[in-house]
């Protein structure tokens, strides 16, 4: 029997303590509720902003796949120090997937180097999230679109890097869109940007964005080939030498 991912799914669970609106929706949290929709596929671990280092360990990061991030109000209050190392575990080839209001987390805009801003709307908004590369993994058992009733409303420019791939486009009934499912490589890191997951309203519980979740860990397991060896170098022998 093959062993299961590592998913660790980290969340500043601020707002659930915070907001009794917050808190009707995501009573166990926001990373419960993600690890909810994860089903039996992957061994999950759980952390916290106001953990000790964020609950995320040198020995936590070292036995982790793959990293879910959710984080909002509090980016700046997450250390450098703890930034530093989940990019060097990125680069090293450990998975990420960053959800909704995490495109400003200090990890983010560090692994794409630019300010990942973009223009906002909080309203009851309809989003309609369109596949735009129906042959991706990530994509996988989702038809056209992924229709929610309710949304915050995120809309370009954002600010990001060109996306290595594009899977998924957002449109919103105020007319916007957004480039909503985004794939980079950082290393021999795998990043997904997933846009949908505003606090007020259960878009974790909805079956199509938690089977995009699922696949988008699966999508993002570390590779086994070995990391490149940098520095200096003695010549290859020459081909065909006698």
Known sequence: MAEQLKV??????????SSDKVREVYPQGIHHAIGEGMGGEFELAY???DEPEHGLTQERLDATDVLIWWGHKAHREVQDEIVERVCKRVREGM???VLHSGHF????TKLMGTTCNLKWREADEKER?????????IVEG?????ELEQEEMYGEHFDIPQPDELVLLSWFAG?????????YRRGQGKIFYFRPGHETYPTYYNEQVRRVIRNAAAWAAPSTRPAPV???SKPLESIGRA
């Open 8 to 17: 660790t799914i980290w969340n500043e669970y601020r707002h659930e303590q």
């Open 47 to 49: 952390a916290t902003l």
């Open 95 to 97: 998975g990420l997937i």
């Open 105 to 108: 987390s200090k990890v983010f």
């Open 129 to 137: 999230l369109w596949v735009v590369a129906p042959g991706h993994p």
């Open 142 to 146: 989702i038809g056209e679109y992924i």
């Open 175 to 183: 007319g916007e869109v957004f480039r909503s499912g985004c794939t």
């Open 230 to 232: 940098y520095g200096n």
